[in-house]
C-alpha cells in the first residue's frame, strides 16, 4: 500500500528529519536570545533626591564661604546602592584660629534617603534624624523635590582640619541605585546639591549658606570602556566628569545631574551577538528548508512507487475459438532503480547545517573563556 511505503521512507530518514528539526529549533532559539540583547530599550531613572548644605540660624558671624564637595561612586559596594563621600570645609585662611566651631545642618531628601548609614572622619557612626516640618511651603518642595517629611537631617561641627582649614567628612552608602544600564547604554541620576533660604522644621532652623559657597559633584569609578555621550547640566570640557557650580542663597539649582554614555565593550559584544543570531538564522532557514526538501522527497517516493506497482486489471474475457492462438503476454516493465540523489542531497544539507551549528558553538565558548 503507498501508505506503508510513506511511512518505510520517514522511518527510513527518521535521523535526519529529526537532525532538521533540532538544527531549526535549536537555531531559531539561540538566535532569539542573542538578538534580544540589541535591541534593549533606554535606561530609565527618577530624580535620586536633594542634598541640601546649611547653616545653623544660631551662626549670624559666619561670613567666610563654605566649600561642598560630593562624590559619588555607583559601582562600588553591592548592587543596587550608591557609595558617596560629602567634604564640608572652609577656604583656606578664611577662618581664624579662634573663631568657634562653625554649625552646619545637612539634610539628605527623596530616594538617596533610604537606608543611609554614613560616618564621620574618625569613623563614628552619624546619626540621622527625621525631619517634621510644621507647614509645607511650596518654595522647599520644589528646591526639595518633594515634601521636607521624606528628608532626614544631620549637624557637622567644623571644627578640624589642617592650619588654615576647617572641615568635616562623611562617607558610607545609600539603599538606592543612581545608575541604570540597558544593554551597551548607561545612565547615571545623581542627586542635587543646593542650600536653603532662612526657615525652621521641627527642633531645627537654618539660614543659607555665605555668599561665594560653591560646590563641586564628582562621578567616580566609572567603566573604563565607558563613553561620555551627554550631560545635564552641560559637562565642562576638562575630560573630568565633574559638575562646579556656585551656592546661590535662595537655593537655585539643579535638581538632578544626569549623564548617559554608552559602554564599548559591551557594545562590541553586543555587535559579535548580532553577527552570530544572523548566521544561526541562516542555520535555522537552512534546517527549514531540509525539512521542506525531506517531506517533498517522501511525497515524491510515494508518487514513483505508485507508478511503479499499477493495481491488478482483471484480463479480458477469451474468445471462444479455441484455435485462435492466444495473444503474447507482455511481461510488466522492471521499476526504475531507485534515484538515490535526493538523499544524499539531504545529506549534504544536513552536514553543512550541523557544521555551522558547531562552529558558531565553538566560537561562542571561546569568547566566554576571554578574561
Sequence with gaps: MPEAGLRRELVKNRWLLSLAVLATVGATVWAWQLAATGFSPSPRLTDRGVIAVALDASQTGVTAPVQVDVAYNPGTGKAGTTSLSLVLQHEFGAVPEAAPPTAVIVL??????????MVNNVYQPVKWKPVQPRSENGDYWSMLGGSMSRCVYTRVSLDSGDAGLRQEILSGV????????????????????????????GDIAFRPLPPGSKATIDLDNQPGDFNAQT???????SGVLRWTRELAPDGAGPRSYRLSGELFDTAAKQQRDLFMAGALAGVAGGGIMLVLEAAVQLLLNGCRKRAANPQAVAPPPQSQDRTAEPDPITPPAAAPPPQHRGRSVSVAVAAAVGAAAVLILLRRRRDRRRP
Design 108 to 117: 539628605i531628601c527623596g530616594e538617596l534617603a533610604t537606608g543611609i548609614d
Design 174 to 201: 545609600s539603599q538606592t541605585t543612581c545608575a541604570r544600564a540597558s544593554g551597551p547604554r548607561l545612565l547615571y541620576v545623581l542627586p542635587g546639591l543646593t542650600t536653603l533660604p532662612p526657615a525652621s522644621a
Design 231 to 237: 550631560a545635564s547640566p552641560q559637562l565642562p570640557d
